[in-house]
């Protein structure tokens, strides 16, 4: 991110009128290299095309803001691996972890990772080092501290399932499960921070979060998003393409100050729910019009999404979730395109 776009984004988290609307999109593993004509496992496993494959997005759309920006990451691996999951890996699959809890029980067992040693943590680190130099000639800065959240780590140690489950039967032990999770988060960013003094930001990933009801979040995502968004950055960007529903208007008191979320609410309705207080980046649907649509059907949901606004103030243009698999160039270019004829 260059420190145009980070400015621009400061400024919709704080409230200020931009003109034309800012647009962005996550981009990542899921779109990220096969869209610029790499499988996924060369994607993690070499530098070079890592760098020129985030370059390539840059350069191609830079009208938008690409978040996080160079995001160093080995998909829903990167955490649990740091606590003994092991990656499972195809040429061109999305990775994933196993799970290493086989009962609530064994969360008595359970240690606090390292960041400096542990899993794959390491290497997102010195992937980025060695890629600083030419990050940074390109103009760009490493701007977020990013990991999955708390409740996203715990899913994948236990099985989400099983984890849903035990919070119901066995809520001290998922308390303890929580803690040592977040404990560990706390520290992870902590060193990504001072690794990269650039970070102003923190990004954390947590689908689970709308997944519980509304008493369940207060009591086991609120006070772990808390302590993990409590680092004293200006940009608090959390994702939860899941029913946000229950967790929107606890978001403020967690910290956070911009969120992406998903199809199955309104920007209007997001907005109420969140009392107008967090910046919002959606919610143009991923798959069914992003991906799998035509320029004009892009174009169709943007207008109708922009028009249903009585206020745009604290919006950024995306879609509900990160950037699809498959999104073609030209459904991107129109909804950049639609945006900034619609509100320049």
Request: with cysteine.
């Amino acid at each position: 991110m260059n420190d145009q776009q980070w400015n621009t984004l400061v400024s919709v988290v704080r409230g200020e009128a931009v003109s034309p609307l800012p647009t962005a999109f996550i981009i990542d593993s899921p779109w990220l290299p096969n869209w610029a004509g790499h499988t996924i496992l060369d994607y993690f496993t070499s530098e070079r095309i890592f760098l020129e494959d985030n370059l390539k997005a840059i350069r191609a759309f830079p009208e938008t803001i690409m978040l996080p920006g160079f995001w160093s990451e080995y998909g829903m691996c990167t955490e649990p691996s740091a606590f003994g999951a092991v990656s499972m890996w195809g040429e061109d699959e999305f990775p994933f972890a196993k799970k290493v809890l086989r009962s609530p029980a064994e969360v008595e067992h359970l240690e606090k990772p390292k960041p400096r040693k542990h899993g794959l943590l390491p290497f997102v680190i010195k992937r980025l080092q060695h890629l600083q130099p030419e990050i940074e000639k390109a103009g760009h800065k490493i701007c977020f501290a990013v990991a999955r959240g708390p409740l996203n780590i715990a899913s994948f140690l236990m099985g989400t399932p099983e984890f849903l489950e035990a919070i119901k039967t066995h809520p001290e032990l998922m308390h303890r499960l929580l803690d040592i999770v977040t404990d560990f988060l706390v520290e992870w960013i902590a060193y990504q921070r001072e690794v990269f003094p650039s970070i102003d930001g923190i990004f954390l990933l947590d689908d689970i979060v709308g997944f519980v009801s509304r008493r369940d979040c207060e009591k086991f995502a609120l006070p772990y998003l808390q302590r993990a968004y409590a680092a004293d950055v200006t940009v608090k960007f959390f994702h939860n393409d899941a029913p946000c529903k229950a967790s929107a208007p606890l978001l403020e008191a967690a910290g956070i100050n911009l969120l992406n979320f998903g199809t199955q609410h309104t920007v209007a309705e997001m907005k109420s729910w969140t009392n107008n207080r967090i910046a919002l980046m959606g919610n143009i649907p991923p798959r069914d019009v992003l991906a799998e649509g035509t320029p004009a059907d892009v174009a169709r949901s943007v207008t109708e999404m922009l028009n249903s606004l009585d206020d745009r103030s604290r919006l950024i243009v995306s879609c509900g979730g990160g950037m699809p698999p498959h999104a073609p160039t030209e459904n991107i270019r129109a909804l950049i395109s639609t945006v900034e004829e619609l509100t320049r």
